[in-house]
């Protein structure tokens, strides 16, 4: 598998400009970027691009026009065929399923799409990225993914909760918080960013009670899966976008595997160090 990193110097957030329509000032560059990931089979040669899916982030849908416009034009610039895969009721489930079911929920879907039959490529937002590479690593007899293209993706976890734009889920969030605590049960059911908030400074529990992103990183020694590994290692190529003003990834080196130091908020291990440790 080919890793490629680039980190963009994107817009600043506004409460008017959402993730998906910054990628769109953006678009020129992550095409470019993207283009790098779109590699053929190689037994076909000369035969159509394949096709991918679009993975949204935490409160957006498929049916919004910022995300409608991305999957359009990332279509048009790539000449392969776009599919933004929904799960559920779009953002609300996006906040409330637990993630290893939005794991399978994507995953049944790529299996009864046609089109994705001889294989295809995955470009993920955010959160869609750890649901993407849930995907890859879970999905037993889907498609093959060949590659990956992962934009702000909070793959090594998150030291607090993403923004909140709709009062009503942000309510709804604090109260799952207060019932208790990140790591419950009950929130690890019932509020998918718990999935894969990683508290520095609460480590132990974070491996006690955290249900998703330990098995997906196989962070635990006495549970590692080594079929995880060899799925995700058959990707051609895995494309890491780091967004440099990223305020929903705190921090925002997670996009590229890198997090804080144990223990420790003001300081970040990036991937290589982490794996020395």
């Known amino acids: 598998m080919a890793l490629l990193f680039f980190s963009f110097h994107d ?8 993730r998906p329509m910054m990628l769109l000032l953006l678009l020129p560059a992550i095409v470019a970027v993207a283009a790098a990931a779109a590699a053929r089979i190689p037994s076909i040669g000369a035969s159509p691009p394949l096709p ?23 279509s048009e610039f790539s000449g392969a065929s776009g599919f933004c895969i929904e799960i559920g009721n779009g953002a609300s489930d996006s906040w409330f399923m637990p993630l290893t079911k939005q794991a399978e929920n994507v995953c049944e879907q790529v ?10 490529n995955i470009v993920g937002l955010s959160q869609g990225n750890v649901i993407g590479r849930g995907v890859i690593e879970w ?3 889907g498609p ?3 590659n990956m293209v992962s934009l702000g993706g909070p793959h090594a976890g998150i030291a607090s909760v993403p923004l909140c734009t709709v009062l009503s889920i942000c309510a709804l969030a604090d109260v799952i ?20 908030m990683k508290i520095p400074t609460d480590l132990t529990a974070y491996y006690e009670g955290c249900a998703f992103l330990p098995k997906l990183n196989n962070e635990i020694p006495t549970s590692r899966n080594s079929s995880f590994k060899e799925r995700f290692s058959k990707l051609n190529h895995l494309v890491l976008v780091k967004f440099e003003n990223d305020t929903v990834l705190v921090p925002p080196e997670t996009a590229w595997f890198g997090y804080f130091s144990p223990n420790a908020t003001n300081s970040v291990l990036s ?3 982490i794996l020395q440790r």
């Open 52 to 74: 991918f899916i679009v993975l949204h982030g935490i409160s957006d849908e498929c049916k919004h026009s910022g995300l409608t416009q991305f999957t359009q034009l990332l």
């Open 271 to 273: 991937f290589e160090e």
């Open 139 to 141: 999905c037993d007899e």
């Open 111 to 120: 299996k009864a799409l046609p089109e994705l039959q001889a294989g295809y």
């Open 177 to 196: 918080m207060e019932m208790g605590g990140i790591y419950s049960t009950f929130a690890q059911n019932h509020f998918a960013p718990s999935g894969y």
């Open 144 to 146: 093959q993914v060949f």
């Open 11 to 18: 817009p600043k957030p506004s409460p008017s400009l959402t």
